[in-house]
């Protein structure tokens, strides 16, 4: 048994959920409490199974794994044959830089499946949206823990598909704009990623897509700088444009704004993750070289992500559209502690994601339930909430004060070293234009604190409107809510003391992840 | 004694060790008081109550327990012999133990290492040790004396080193055994160097994080408590205020809305405030200071129905969060400066060591003085303290009074040798700490003058006295700065609380003008409580702020006979400034102390003011209430709730002073016992640091001089610079409390003969301010606060988040999103395009199917309106599903 999920584990956990797909197609949409039982159940088990997987987590590098996997199968590393003619195979591993990502998606998909019992967006139809759920489940998990270019880009786009339809069907009255947005922007993204992968696999003439054989054949291959810079240009549009990062962010706040609540929180709590998770995981440890050379220009994109997108929150009305502003600023963060090529700075970065998905999502959740009590997220004809809703109330202002990267809750160990990180960059960086992204990425703590804390004066604080004083639908947190909320809650306390929880596993990684750097 | 101190060292007392109960129960308290405390019969104050009182008494232990370790009376001169046996035993077990340093004796009762080679060899060698690397190799060396043993020093220092040459698996094992709940990587630091040590910091570590691995920029950031003088006094004073604050609020917060949330933050800001103050690591400094800054804006907003209130939070926060710009970049700093790491004592070490080059000093001490700015109530970041006084009082005298605010004071003292190295700037000799301390001090006192709402009377002086600790730091008179921040936490407690309790007897006002006078007669106990604290705060002789404002004035050395005898400020040994010393003999602070003798005077005025304002004359507070505006609003709906719950457990007759046109009354015992503690305090805590000449003068015995000054400034750990002492001056002292007494009766017989002419009156109609242009234009300076609030919500606040935030998103929406919507559109117009001419001209599969592609493209866009994207969106799904089916399944 144990020498059958050595070999099949991850398999079984990235396919898991279809599993759960395939019977609930087998079953009629006007049945959907066994919809809802099928999709919980399976996402619970894909859950269940995936921690106990992740248990086995001895921190070895995927390098380290394939070495011992040859002299018989190891946990956390599969290989095997998949599309020969292509040269594609069918790699996975879990390593410290996907753990934490992995363990994010494992716990968000049922926690939104929760919130969905009774929460399912209008025009209805359980089985579809479900279905969608788990689909994207498995593209979530896949696509962290492909071990090639081929199945990682496949992933990649299997996860695009059912975000689009959940937007374009269960969204807001602007879903159809906003969802071929974001599905043409990041396909096009993904069409010069795809570009680069091939070029990348036609330049080392190894005839591999495993990153490990592609790095190493890279680092003693002769491939021209000029080349490899090119081919980072490439993934960098891909990745780039699904951070998002600034300027081809603007798919975000409409996705955002018009997705159905458990859409967002997805989108901001796993998807957005897959852009920065490219980065680490393929282009810093394939293309050092070309790393070093694109690092001065993604610090500044980065930075000004940060202090645009805090901008860009100030003038918001709408407090959904301002929680999705708010991530193109956090994601500054995230890429300005993956451009600074220091160890410190990755594992901040992957602190970053974690946090910013936890955060972020819990943000969505509340802005969800706002929005279902009060029909509205406009701004201005909110406040009070901390009278009506106490509980809600107190629970928005914790994720805010989470968000705005107070010490002491998770948003901080993500902000803090990033900045620091970048204090002194990597050997072949230079520190003068570094410590001037340091210095603006810290005035973007201020800018913040005051979007958020503005967001819950006018939210939270002050009475009631009359238009909405004694609405009876205005009530506390609900039962699902709790449920789906308190994991995460927790996680964000529990990280803000215990930074180590994260940082122990993604340090040896991130210290992988960047050998390379400056070697030549 | 010191011999006793070197035994105690090396079994360290139990309570330094496990400090952290300290912090740990009143988070608890928090988290219980959110879980179970509204269903409780007190409503979740009796957790709160219960938690501090545990708080109270393990923190009397530790300070009985570190005052008893270096003793209850001192006298060097005799304990110099008991000193030397101590010094005897540690040579034998160790072997540094040769090369007797010269001890400089200055002023009495002071010893320090001057700077020859031996001392700085033996700083070079002892590294103290991380908690993250300590424990690989060793294994479970739980409390490893590191001072003591040499070998383990070199141990640790291999450690790190051989942890290149380990296998990536050893290292990893490594890691995973490390948690916060496995604290075996706990060490002690008692550093016993062969001469004179006092107040050796005890520090109680553990691994929070590693990153690097083993590459080389590898670091540990370890998390603990560090026990020493300062941290200790900061100990006792937070329980002791906390402690009084809440008995105090338990009668004044009564029947509030929020009672249940309002104890439940002062617990967590116990807790935030103690962890704080116990950081042994730079990085845990910062999670503390932040907070305490969060608790702050918790309780400034805590009647957050009305937007003052939510606006003071907010505007309080912000103006810190700026400051935090500082001080993250400074703590950043400082991190690479000392070579990777966070924990303090090691920073200090190296700074006082020289190890960290001057550069890195000084843009770290500049950075963390904008922090300190900020949550200090400095100029130009002050602004924020005034506006806190929109919480309710008891708060206001224990965050924004007596502990949070000099949270900046407390950090300059924790990283004393950074700011004492950082801000010696070779050659001009001006400490820029000093001078920031000056402009805050006499700006804040004559802000103080223009108010008529008690509260920001005493919220201004606050920033005037904030200002003077900074001031005696930047002078040098480290040891004058913490006794003021010290005696300063009780008399100014004392007086908020009183301010309170007049309040309370008020209407819930604070405006002087309006709602009181003459209320000594009506509320005796807070009178003279009041009396007190402000006799303190103005520095009246012998009470608690007398001591430590003249030690301030002394630490300037520039009244002739206070300065140190050691000529210059700098000892150059030739690699670089060292060991500064305070030079203050030149005449170099002779404008700080000109500041510091103007506040002296200002502040025995503005208080006198308030005095007769208060409880002189005619009580003006019978008539109607209904206009007083917001000064008061906050307490309105406390007070409505009030009635009710006052008559079930006070007999005292609260209720006719509620309504209209009632007449002032005491205040209850759990608002006058606080307040009777507090002003006990506030007489007799100035005694604790007499200078030895006065105790001579006195015939007390020797050993009482300076007893603060022992327990709270080491000496000689090699992580303190060595200070140089100013000499106490009889005259100095004279002409200081003459200063305040001048101005005492000069605004006494101002009022006296206003009163003489109408016992209601509060100003002359006809006074100066009307005469004069330049004093009316002065007056109007101070009235708008300078223009600094009108610069900072005006012009930066309202220009961020009202053009530039428009602006950019302006950019947003028609540049970024233009370009896409433009690519979008001419996608739908090469889609019609290819659709007229080649796909329905030429009829061919593979142009078909791209023409088709991009057609859909555009016709999407165009869908938007036309409302059938659905027809579309399945032909899409449809064709991108065959692309994957291909990719997949292509075998």
Redesign the interface.
């Known amino acids: 048994m144990t020498e059958f999920l050595n070999e099949w584990g991850i398999t079984i956990m990235v396919f898991l959920p279809l599993l759960g797909v395939a019977a609930m197609m087998l079953i009629p949409k006007e049945a959907e409490g066994s919809h809802k039982a099928i999709a919980l159940g399976t996402a619970l088990v894909t859950g269940g199974f995936g921690a106990w997987l992740l248990t086995k987590f001895d921190d070895l590098s995927v390098e380290e794994l394939a070495a011992l996997n040859e002299t018989g199968n190891v946990p956390l590393y599969e290989s095997r044959q998949w599309i020969p003619t292509i040269k594609a195979s069918f790699d996975v591993a879990i390593d410290g830089m996907s753990l934490p990502l992995i363990a994010l998606t494992l716990l968000v998909t049922p926690l939104v499946i929760i919130y969905s019992l009774n929460h399912i967006p209008k025009p209805g139809n359980a089985k579809m949206f479900l279905i969608l759920m788990l689909v994207l489940h498995t593209g979530m998990l896949g696509t962290f823990v492909a071990q090639d270019l081929v199945l990682f880009f496949v992933f990649f786009e299997v996860v695009l598909l059912p975000m689009y339809f959940m937007i374009g069907v269960w969204g807001g009255p602007d879903r159809l704009y906003a969802s071929i947005k974001f599905f043409l922007y990041t396909l096009f993204g993904s069409a010069l990623m795809l570009v680069s992968f091939l070029a990348l696999f036609a330049q080392t003439g190894q005839e591999t897509f495993n990153l490990v054989g592609l790095a190493e054949a890279v680092a003693s291959g002769d491939i021209p700088l000029g080349t490899q810079v090119l081919i980072f240009g490439g993934m960098f549009m891909g990745f780039g444009i699904k951070v998002p990062m600034f300027p081809f962010h603007t798919w975000l706040p409409d996705a955002h704004t018009q997705a159905p609540t458990q859409g967002s929180v997805i989108l901001a709590a796993v998807l957005l993750k897959l852009g920065t998770y490219g980065f680490i995981r393929i282009a810093l440890p394939i293309l050092p070289d070309a790393a070093v050379e694109w690092a001065p220009w993604i610090g500044g994109l980065a930075v000004i992500g940060i202090i645009y997108g805090a901008l860009g929150c100030l003038a918001q009305t709408d407090m959904k559209r301002l929680i999705a502003f708010s991530s193109v600023a956090h994601m500054g963060y995230v890429m300005l502690g993956i451009a600074t090529l220091t160890d410190f700075g990755i594992n901040a970065a992957i602190f970053g994601m974690v946090a910013h998905g936890l955060i972020t999502g819990m943000l969505f959740f509340i802005a969800g339930s706002i929005k279902d009590r009060y029909h509205t997220l406009e701004i201005k004809r909110l406040g009070g909430l901390l009278v009506q809703a106490p509980r809600l109330g107190w629970i928005l202002g914790l994720c805010t004060m989470a968000s705005l990267g107070l010490p002491g809750l998770a948003g901080f160990w993500g902000e803090f070293p990033a900045i620091l990180a970048a204090y002194q960059p990597a050997e072949p960086l230079s520190e003068e234009l570094f410590r001037v992204y340091m210095v603006i990425a810290a005035i973007g703590t201020v800018l913040a604190a005051a979007y958020l804390l503005w967001l819950l004066q006018r939210t939270a604080f002050g009475t009631p409107s009359d238009e909405f004083k004694d609405d009876p639908e205005i009530v506390d947190v609900k039962l699902t809510e709790w449920i789906s909320w308190v994991p995460l809650l927790i996680l964000i306390l529990v990280l803000g003391f215990v930074p180590g929880l994260i940082f122990d596993i993604t340090d040896s990684s991130a210290v992988e992840a960047l050998k390379n750097i400056g070697v030549k | 004694m010191f011999l006793a101190a070197a035994e105690a060292a090396s079994e360290t007392p139990w309570i330094f060790e496990n400090i952290w109960i300290v912090p740990a129960i009143p988070a608890l308290s928090f988290l219980l008081i959110i879980a179970i405390g509204k269903r409780l019969p007190m409503k979740g104050s009796e957790i709160g109550l219960a938690s501090i009182a545990a708080v109270f008494a393990l923190s009397m232990f530790a300070t009985y327990t570190w005052v008893d370790q270096i003793g209850f009376t001192g006298g060097h001169s005799e304990e110099s012999a008991e000193g030397d046996t101590g010094d005897a035993e540690y040579s034998e077990t160790e072997s540094l133990g040769g090369g007797v340093q010269s001890v400089v004796l200055d002023t009495p009762g002071f010893a320090a290492a001057e700077g020859d080679e031996s001392s700085e060899e033996k700083t070079e060698s002892k590294p103290v040790p991380n908690a993250c690397f300590a424990d690989e190799d060793t294994g479970d060396s739980d409390d490893a004396e590191y001072g003591d043993d040499v070998d383990s020093a070199d141990k640790d220092a291999e450690s790190q080193s051989s942890d290149e040459t380990d296998s990536?698996?050893e290292?990893?094992?490594g890691?995973?055994t490390?948690?916060?709940t496995n604290p075996s990587g706990s060490s002690v630091y008692a550093a016993s160097d062969g001469y004179e040590t006092r107040g050796e910091a005890i520090i109680t570590d553990t691994?929070?994080?590693?990153?690097?691995?083993?590459?080389s920029?590898a670091?540990g950031i370890s998390v603990g408590t560090l026990v020493d003088g300062q941290s200790i006094m900061m100990l006792f004073v937070v329980s002791i205020i906390s402690g009084l604050v809440h008995i105090y609020s338990t009668d004044y917060v009564n029947g509030d809305r929020r009672y249940t949330h309002y104890f439940a933050f002062l617990s967590l800001f116990t807790a935030a405030m103690l962890f704080m103050v116990l950081s042994s690591s730079t990085l845990q400094l910062?999670?503390g200071?932040?907070?305490v800054g969060?608790c702050s804006?918790g309780l400034i907003?805590h009647w957050?129905?009305e937007?003052p209130n939510?606006?003071a939070a907010?505007k309080a926060?912000?103006t810190n969060?700026?400051g935090?710009?500082g001080l993250?970049?400074g703590m950043?700093?400082l991190?690479?400066g000392a070579e990777r790491t966070f924990d303090i004592a090691e920073i200090n070490r190296q700074a006082v060591a020289g190890e960290i080059n001057q550069l890195h000093l000084s843009v770290a001490a500049l950075c963390l003085m904008t922090a300190i700015m900020s949550k200090s109530g400095q100029f130009v970041l002050h602004t924020w303290l005034p506006d806190a006084m929109a919480g309710p009082t008891p708060v206001s005298a224990l965050i924004h009074a007596a502990t949070m605010v000099v949270a900046g004071v407390y950090m300059i003292g924790r990283l004393y040798p950074v700011f004492w190295e950082g801000f010696m700037m070779p050659g001009t000799n001006l400490n820029a700490m000093a001078f920031i301390g000056g402009l805050t001090t006499v700006g804040g006192g004559l802000l103080a003058f223009v108010q008529r709402d008690i509260k920001k009377v005493l919220a201004y002086s606050t920033v005037s006295q904030l200002g003077y600790m900074v001031l005696a730091l930047g002078m040098g008179a480290y040891t004058a700065g913490m006794f003021h921040l010290f005696t300063h936490a009780f008399f100014k407690a004392c007086l908020f609380l009183g301010a309170g309790s007049v309040s309370h007897a008020c209407h819930h006002s604070f405006d002087m003008k309006s709602d009181m006078g003459g209320l000594r007669k009506y509320m005796p106990k807070t009178f003279w409580t009041f009396m007190i604290g402000t006799g303190a705060l103005m520095g009246i002789p012998p009470l608690a702020g007398f001591w430590s404002k003249d030690e301030i004035l002394v630490g300037a050395q520039v009244w002739p006979g206070t300065s140190s005898e050691k000529p210059g400020a700098f000892v150059d040994d030739g690699e670089g400034f060292w060991l500064a010393a305070t030079g203050g003999g030149d005449g170099t602070f002779t404008i700080p102390f000109i500041f510091g003798c103007i506040t002296a005077a200002l502040t025995a005025a503005y208080m006198t003011r308030v005095i007769m304002l208060t409880f002189f004359g005619e009580y003006r507070g019978g008539g109607a209430h209904d206009d007083h505006g917001h000064d008061d609003a906050h307490d309105t709906h406390a007070a409505a709730d009030h009635d009710d719950a006052h008559d079930t457990h006070d007999a005292h007759g609260h209720d006719d002073a509620h309504g209209h046109g009632g007449l002032p009354h005491e205040s209850g015992s759990r608002i006058t016992i606080p307040l009777m503690i507090l002003a006990f305090m506030a007489s007799v805590v100035g005694f604790l640091n007499m200078p030895s000449g006065f105790v001579k003068a006195l015939g007390l015995p020797e050993g009482w001089a300076h007893r603060f000054e022992d327990w709270v400034e080491p000496v000689g750990t090699g992580q303190f610079p060595a200070i140089d002492h100013a000499k106490p001056s009889l005259s100095l002292a004279v002409f200081a409390t003459g200063l305040g007494l001048i101005s005492i009766l000069v605004v006494r017989g101002y009022y006296m003969k206003l009163f003489a002419k109408d016992p209601m009156a509060t100003e002359y109609t006809d006074g100066l301010a009307s005469k004069f242009p330049p004093l009316r234009a002065l007056h109007n300076v101070l009235e708008n606060k300078y223009y600094l609030d009108h610069l900072y919500s005006g012009v930066i606040?309202g220009g961020?988040?009202g053009p530039?935030?428009?602006?950019?998103?302006w950019v947003?929406q028609n540049i970024?999103?233009g370009i896409?919507n433009t690519v979008?559109k001419t996608g739908v117009l090469l889609g019609r395009f290819i659709y007229r001419f080649f796909d329905q001209g030429v009829v061919d599969g593979a142009v078909n199917s791209s023409g088709q592609a991009a057609g859909l493209?555009g016709q999407?866009?165009r869908?938007?309106q036309s409302g059938q994207?659905?027809n579309y969106?399945t032909l899409?799904?449809g064709a991108?599903?065959l692309i994957?089916a291909v990719?997949?399944f292509?075998?």
Do not use: H, P
């Open positions: 990536g698996t290292a990893s094992a890691i995973q490390v948690s916060l691994c929070w994080f590693k990153t690097g691995a083993d590459s920029t670091s910062i999670v200071w932040e907070l969060v804006f907003g957050w129905e937007k939510s606006d907010l926060f912000l969060r700026v935090d710009i993250l970049i950043i700093v991190y690479f606040a961020t988040t530039l935030a428009r602006a950019a998103y947003n970024l999103d896409i979008g493209s999407f866009l869908g938007v994207v659905r969106a899409m799904f991108t599903a994957v990719f997949m292509a075998v």
